[in-house]
């Protein structure tokens, strides 16, 4: 799994040069997750896909359904297996 984690991420460094900027946006787990609508709104400038007011009543619904979202919490790696991660 890590080797495939490396190849994926070794072609999705390569490759971003050739997409074209108005195609392509990054948006962090901490800024989708602390602000959506925000996060979705710069989405929207970014790639110049049109009116996010249009958009906007929809997430806001969908959002009220997800409710309180908490993410998974996992207990830390023994340290003999975080070696041999990073390696």
Wanted: overall charge negative.
């Amino acid at each position: 799994i890590l080797t495939r984690y490396d190849r994926l991420y070794d072609a999705y460094f390569e490759d971003i040069p050739l997409i074209p900027p108005d195609h392509f946006h990054e948006i962090a787990y901490r800024d989708l997750e602390s602000n959506p609508l925000a996060a979705m709104e710069n989405a929207y400038t970014a790639l110049g896909i049109g009116s996010f007011a249009l958009a906007r009543p929809a997430l806001e619904s969908y959002l009220a359904k997800l409710g309180r979202f908490e993410k998974n919490r996992h207990s830390p790696l023994e340290p003999d297996l975080q070696h041999t991660i990073r390696q």
